[in-house]
């Protein structure tokens, strides 16, 4: 059974920061691509950014790519997002996805507000 679990978010003001983590089981975590995103009340959800199962290279939505930072541990079947410089308009529950299999975690809420 596939489980995904996100945590880090919270509170923070605007240019503060957080740290996602996703920690997931039931799986072989190398093998696989994970993404992250995120949905805001009222809108859709939002692709922010995607580990790769090989390439060192993540990728992001252009109005993250100068903040955030993925990454992952596979040793510890886990991946991570650094959120920096958190802007109002970055509020929303970050979900932590498996694309193979369409598997999504529970979602960890940030919010970015003075």
């Known amino acids: 059974q596939v489980q995904l679990v996100e945590s880090g978010g919270g509170l923070v003001q605007p240019g503060g920061s957080l740290r996602l983590s996703c920690k997931a089981s039931?799986?072989?975590?190398?093998?696989?691509?994970f993404d992250w995103y995120r949905q805001a009340p009222g809108r859709e959800r939002e692709f922010v950014a995607r580990v790769w199962e090989r390439d060192p290279t993540p990728l992001y939505a252009d109005s993250v790519k100068d903040r955030f930072i993925a990454s992952r541990d596979d040793e510890k079947n886990a991946t991570y997002l650094q959120l920096n410089n958190l802007q109002p308009e970055d509020t929303a529950m970050y979900y932590c996805?498996?694309?193979?299999?369409?598997?999504w975690g529970q979602g960890t809420q940030v919010t970015v507000t003075s």
């Open positions: 039931g799986f072989t975590f190398k093998y696989y691509t």
């Open positions: 996805h498996r694309p193979t299999g369409k598997y």
